[in-house]
């Protein structure tokens, strides 16, 4: 099947930084890949749908300048939280479908963020 | 708004025999897709089974089988013969049928422990 690669896998950050995770597809191409948190012992919300070549949709609640979303190619979208705070700590995965009429979305593994 | 509904936090099954997860969704859609995925400890988002919503025979994939009743917006998962490594969490998904990319809507997920 499809593969997509998500990178870092775990990454810990200080209060006040920023930190950038890559979701790639490593044999298709994706116009779109979606961006999704998990809290603990909960299920996947979705963030953000990441366009490319456009800008992203972002989901009510969320904020679109604290996580800054590029996709700037066919195989790469990049999820960047911004001044992040402890509460920015989570589990983030992202996802894409590799065709537009394709049931099937394929995961990355996930990054867990954790902000100290 | 399309939800989805798991009303078994947490669920055991004593390994070789039969468990069944439910799911419960709300759409005003008449064509879809469902699906169940499979979160182990690593965190990577699995596929385990999809059902087509116009298609009436219930999807089967070798020991999980699902039991769609689309009047009742049910959609059940069946896992025979329990192995240990059925051990984890698992989402029922929707998925309406967007033209462009997909967008899913996740339950909150039952946690299946199997016991040897």
């Known amino acids: 099947g499809a593969v997509v690669s998500q990178h870092p896998s775990r990454v810990i950050c200080k209060s006040g930084t920023s930190v950038k995770i890559e979701c790639r597809s490593l044999?298709?191409?994706?116009?779109?890949m979606f961006w999704y948190r998990q809290f603990p012992k909960k299920s996947l919300m979705l963030m953000a749908t990441?366009?490319?070549?456009?800008?992203?949709?972002?989901e009510q609640g969320v904020e679109k300048d604290k996580f800054l979303i590029n996709h700037a190619s066919l195989t790469l979208s990049t999820l960047t939280v911004t001044s992040a705070h402890p509460e920015d700590s989570s589990f983030y995965i992202c996802?894409?479908?590799?065709?537009?009429?394709?049931?099937?979305?394929?995961f990355g593994q996930g990054t867990r963020l954790t902000v100290v | 708004a399309q939800t989805v509904t798991q009303s078994q936090p947490e669920m055991s099954v004593q390994e070789a025999e039969t468990v069944t997860l439910s799911c419960t969704y709300d759409?005003?859609?008449?064509?879809?897709?469902l699906f169940w995925y499979k979160q182990p400890p690593s965190r990577q988002m699995i596929l385990v089974i999809r059902?087509?919503?116009?298609?009436?025979q219930n999807a089967t994939e070798n020991r999980f089988s699902v039991n769609f009743q689309k009047a009742a917006k049910s959609f059940s998962l069946k896992i025979s013969d329990s192995q240990l490594g059925d051990a984890a969490m698992y989402f029922c998904a929707y998925r309406r049928l967007d033209n462009y990319g997909q967008n899913f809507v996740f339950g909150p997920g039952t946690r299946l422990s199997v016991l040897p």
């Open positions: 990441s366009n490319e070549g456009s800008k992203a949709t972002y």
């Open positions: 996802s894409a479908p590799p065709g537009r009429m394709n049931t099937e979305a394929f």
């Open positions: 759409t005003s859609e008449s064509d879809y897709y």
């Open positions: 059902q087509e919503a116009y298609k009436q």
């Open positions: 044999d298709f191409q994706a116009t779109t």
